[in-house]
């Protein structure tokens, strides 16, 4: 059973810095994406950034040049997320997400999240 347990997070003021993990253990193969979402109180979840295992990553553009995303393929296989300059708007939960792709079928795993609040 795979399970992300996601840890940092927490209140941060504006143009400050945070730093979140997201840790998952069980079967992992390499076949994955590792990511971030997060979701702010009565909108959608949305993407914030995922990264492959080659490390090709991807990035929502209302977070280009503030956030960086990382993962340890070791034995960790964690996902970190560094967040500089933040804006009260990047407060919301941040959820980890893991995809396994076996098959041509992807298998979506989430973490319970973790909040992220950017006091002005």
């Known amino acids: 059973q795979v399970q992300l347990v996601e840890s940092g997070g927490g209140l941060v003021q504006a143009g400050g810095s945070l730093s979140v993990s997201c840790a998952a253990s069980?079967?992992?193969?390499?076949?994955?994406?590792m990511g971030w979402y997060r979701q702010a109180p009565g909108r959608q979840r949305e993407l914030v950034a995922i990264?492959?295992?080659?490390?090709?990553?991807?990035y929502a553009d209302s977070v280009k040049g503030r956030f960086t995303i990382s993962r340890d393929n070791t034995a960790k296989n964690t996902v970190y997320l560094q967040m500089n300059s933040l804006k009260p708007e990047d407060t919301a939960v941040y959820y980890c997400?893991?995809?396994?792709?076996?098959?041509?079928?992807?298998?979506?795993?989430w973490g319970k999240g973790t909040l992220v609040t950017v006091s002005s």
């Open positions: 069980g079967i992992i193969f390499s076949t994955n994406i």
């Open positions: 990264i492959g295992y080659g490390g090709v990553t991807n």
């Open positions: 997400k893991l995809q396994i792709w076996r098959g041509g079928n992807a298998m979506d795993y």
